[in-house]
């Protein structure tokens, strides 16, 4: 089970351990040789009705907190894949900005190409920005980094 933390499998453990226990004290409620099942029954309903709701409630627990995880993770799938669409189209903003090609241009994080490009970014994946806790210096550098990717590569020497 390494898809559940550490205090789901304890309330895995811990619900089994209460089954084995119930099911133990019901089958030793009478002697094997004069077993009435609806006196024993009778005998444990409330602890068995107590016992068969813990379980239920803990398996909807687990079932909510694997759903809870799936959804983060889309969550944080889908912003990380804004974010990263929101730079690929800063960078191609700021090489248009930049005149089309980088050869013999030194792009630096205060280049007003990269301003805009950075108000783009901004405009585009707010929510992404917010949830990596993202900087403009560190946006700037990403920003820089992408258009390197964007850039038609240079003319073979002939």
């Known amino acids: 089970m390494k ?12 619900m089994s351990f209460a089954l084995l226990a119930v099911s133990i004290l019901v089958t030793s409620a009478a002697p094997a040789h ?7 029954y009778a005998s444990w309903h409330d602890l068995i009705a107590a016992v068969a709701s813990a379980l239920i409630i803990g ?3 687990i079932v909510l907190e694997l759903i809870r995880r799936k959804m983060g993770l889309s969550i944080e ?12 189209n800063a960078a ?16 630096t994080i205060s280049n007003p190409a990269i301003d805009q490009a950075l108000t ?4 585009a994946a707010p929510a992404a920005i917010a949830k990596f806790g ?10 820089i980094a992408k258009l390197a990717l964007v850039a038609p590569a240079p003319a073979a020497a002939k």
């Open 3 to 14: 898809f559940l933390s550490a205090p789901l499998g304890a309330a895995l453990s811990l």
């Open 134 to 143: 993202l900087s403009d210096e560190q946006l700037r550098e990403k920003i």
């Open 34 to 40: 004069a077993l009435d099942l609806g006196a024993a």
């Open 120 to 123: 783009y970014v901004i405009q």
């Open 59 to 61: 398996l909807i627990g």
């Open 77 to 88: 799938d889908s912003q990380r894949d804004a974010l990263q669409t929101a730079l690929t």
């Open 92 to 107: 191609g903003l700021a090489l248009n900005a930049l005149g089309h090609k980088l050869e013999g241009k030194t792009i």
